[in-house]
Every structure is written in structure tokens, then in C-alpha cells.
């Protein structure tokens, strides 16, 4: 019997064992973990360190890199993050509704766990302790299965959490790592509808694709952000350029950043040149088509692949557009329905672009950035769920539930 089935059967027993956790339990274990990761701090950044000597010996580099490595301020993110998990609602057990039918039944429908949710992500060791701090407090184990890259980290990081938990009294098998990082492992996890009840995908396009493809097990799509932002001829130009900047370059290497530019012809000549010297101040490599290389000099040509490229990088590609209708067919054509915007003030422009763009967040003049649980209000995320079934946008606590129906009855049976 292979070692993921052995998992499986483990969280599986355990999930019900956590599934009947008080919320005041939960959260302990949650501070206990967080603890831990802090006492473990050296440790773990010894073993990340060797991961990115590793990584960089591999040729890789640039923005991951940048998500696989390890400081002493990010793992203080990490522990923190576990206590802001610790201190949100629980949304297990929640009633979410309760009505009298007219036979006497009582009809309600409440938020319950999972059960066993799987885990398939990339290079980023801080979505092991947020993966298992969220699935925790929505009551249900999880099974983890990280990129090679950062095994030594993700490991690491799984055995404070589950001194954490021992030290609670509660299961290490809450949380579960697989060690064994080849494809066959990683498929063999995508068919274990035996015992994990939903698999969640966080990374690039290759891993969700081949996720999406060969899983058995139903997925929650999480999001490549091929993100747009559309100037319009009205924008206020100041202001669309600060948004331009933020969503670009505060971070590129995060689905939410903007790669996309589209603007309106009839402010090209002015806004490409001061949009463009901002970017350019930034380091942000600038492709573009051809009516905006014959205004801005030094644009390189962007090609039929760079409209639909998600760059995770400081790289951008512009678009004149002829006007609103323009911009919403090329980005119904390249969008990944994650996150788009328009900067303009024609109301009657702003509300067709929000009505017609089909994404999972559709902004009036902001940043895309925003498109992340806690700027939404409900705390962390599991990821960005670009689908439209079960979650849309951010995912946090009570999308990681389901429900089930409750019936109270007094005799009644069906005629």
C-alpha cells in the first residue's frame, strides 16, 4: 500500500476527530502551531536556505526565488498569520438558514467541514501554515503536496506545526506533507477520491492545468491573473498612473498584479509617455503593439503569446484600444477571469465594463492588488478561486465548508 493512501486513511480518521472540535480548541492549536514555528525559527531558515542555494544552482530565479525564500520577518508572517486565523469567526456550525414548512418540518441548512481537503502548490512555504491554519479552523485535515523546490522548507515548517498540535492534544495528521515530490506521487493524489474530498491547486498555469486534467478528486480552480486595466479617455490621468504603478510593481510576481495595459486612443499621445517614463523608473520591461510603439520609442513588439501570458514578473504589455467595447472584447479574448479594472469617471462607461467583464473581481478606479481576503474584510485565503461553482474571488473560511441540510420532524411522513 502506498504511502499517499496511508495519508489519506489518516486524515480521513482524523478529520472527524477535528470535525468535533470546539472553536476554542481549535484556535489553542492554532497559537500552539504559531508558537512553534517561532521557536523553530533558526531551524527552518537553516533548511530554507539550503533550498534556495539549491533552487539557484538549478538555474531559477527572478520572482521565484523571491517566493521561496525564507527571513526572519516573513516567518513572523507566518506565525502571525496562524493567530489572525486563530482570531477570526468560526464558521462551522453556522445556521444559515431555518424555516417551517407548512406539514410541521423544521428546515435548516448549516455550514459544516470538508473533511479532508488536498493541497498541490508551488514555491511558497508560507501556504503550508496557511493551508493548514485555515483548513483547521474550518474543521477539516489536510494533505499537502508542495513544489521540490521548497520541500526542505514545507517540511520543516509541517513538524513545528505538529509539535503545535501535540502539544494540544490533538492529531498530527491534521496536517500531512508528502515528501515524495515526483509526478506520479502527485498524480496519485489527484485520484484519491477514496479519502480527500476536494483538491485546491495554487500555482502557475502549468500545475492548475494538469490538475484540472487529471484529477478525479473535484477541484477548486485557483487563478492565473492575466489582469487588465483599461484607461479610458475621461480617466483622471495622475491617478491612473499611480494605480498603473501599484498594481504592476508592488508586488509582480502575485496573480492579483496587473499585465495588461489598454488605453484610449484619444489620450495615447498624451498618457503613453508619462505612464510609460513611470514604469520605465521602475524597471518594468514594456512590449507593446504597434500603434503604441509608433508613439513611445524603445517598446518592444508584443506578440499573439504576450497578450495571453501571465508574467509574474516586471513585464508589461500595451494596447491602444479604439474605445470601452475595444477593451472588453480583447479582454474577454485573454482574460483568466480573475481580476480586471477600468480608470475612468464616464459612470455610464464604468457601469459597462463592470456588467460585462466576466472575472471573478471587476474594479472601477483601483488596483487590482486588492483582490486578496484580507483587503476584502474576512481575513486569509486559501487562494483566488477563478471558477464559478461552489467559490468566486477570494477564498477564506466559509468557502473551505459546506452545508447540509438539518430536519427536525414530529411523526411527519410524506404522502
Request: overall charge negative; aromatic content about 4%.
Amino acid at each position: 500500500m502506498s504511502n499517499i493512501i496511508e495519508m489519506g486513511k489518516r486524515a480521513k480518521e482524523t478529520a472527524v476527530e477535528l470535525a468535533r472540535l470546539s472553536t476554542s480548541d481549535k484556535n489553542r492549536a492554532l497559537i500552539s502551531a504559531s508558537d512553534m514555528i517561532m521557536e523553530d525559527m533558526a531551524e527552518i531558515l537553516a533548511i530554507n536556505e539550503i533550498d534556495v542555494k539549491n533552487a539557484l544552482a538549478n538555474g531559477i530565479k527572478g520572482a521565484f526565488i523571491d517566493r521561496l525564500t525564507l527571513t526572519e520577518e516573513r516567518i513572523r508572517g507566518i506565525a502571525d498569520g496562524l493567530r489572525q486565523v486563530a482570531s477570526l469567526p468560526d464558521p462551522v456550525g453556522e445556521v444559515i438558514s431555518m424555516k417551517t414548512m407548512d406539514n410541521g418540518l423544521i428546515i435548516g441548512q448549516k455550514r459544516v467541514p470538508m473533511g479532508v481537503i488536498g493541497i498541490i502548490f508551488e514555491a511558497r512555504p508560507n501556504v503550508t501554515a496557511d493551508a493548514f491554519g485555515l483548513c483547521l479552523k474550518a474543521g477539516s485535515a489536510t494533505i499537502l503536496r508542495g513544489g521540490k523546490e521548497a520541500i526542505g522548507s514545507n517540511v520543516a515548517i509541517v513538524k513545528s506545526i505538529q509539535k503545535g498540535l501535540r502539544k494540544e492534544g490533538i492529531s498530527e495528521y491534521a496536517v500531512q506533507i508528502l515528501e515524495d515530490t515526483s509526478r506520479e506521487t502527485a498524480t496519485e493524489m489527484m485520484r484519491l477520491n477514496e479519502y480527500i474530498d476536494v483538491l485546491i491547486p495554487r500555482g502557475g498555469a502549468g500545475l492548475i492545468n494538469a490538475v484540472i486534467q487529471n484529477s478525479t478528486v473535484p477541484v477548486i480552480q485557483t487563478g492565473v491573473g492575466n489582469c487588465h486595466i483599461f484607461v479610458d479617455e475621461t480617466a483622471k490621468q495622475e491617478d491612473a498612473i499611480r494605480i498603473i504603478i501599484n498594481a504592476k510593481t508592488q508586488r509582480p510576481g502575485v496573480c492579483n498584479a496587473m499585465e495588461k495595459l489598454l488605453v484610449h486612443e484619444n489620450i495615447a499621445k498624451e498618457f503613453l509617455p508619462k505612464v510609460c517614463d513611470a514604469l520605465r523608473e521602475k524597471n518594468v520591461e514594456l512590449r507593446g503593439d504597434d500603434k503604441t510603439r509608433a508613439i513611445e520609442n524603445g517598446i518592444n513588439v508584443a506578440t499573439d503569446e504576450d497578450w495571453s501570458t501571465e508574467y509574474e514578473d516586471l513585464i508589461m504589455s500595451i494596447k491602444i484600444v479604439k474605445n470601452v467595447d475595444e477593451a472588453i472584447e480583447h479582454i474577454r479574448k485573454y482574460t483568466t477571469h480573475h481580476s480586471e479594472a477600468i480608470i475612468t469617471e464616464n459612470y455610464t462607461n464604468a457601469q459597462k465594463f463592470l456588467n460585462e467583464i466576466d472575472a471573478a473581481a471587476v474594479y472601477v478606479n483601483a488596483s487590482t492588488r486588492f483582490t486578496d481576503g484580507s483587503q476584502f474584510g474576512f481575513g486569509a485565503e486559501i487562494g483566488i478561486s477563478t471558477q464559478k461553482l461552489h467559490a468566486r474571488g477570494p477564498m477564506g473560511l466559509k468557502e473551505l465548508t459546506t452545508t447540509k441540510y438539518i430536519i427536525y420532524g414530529s411523526g411527519q411522513i410524506r404522502e
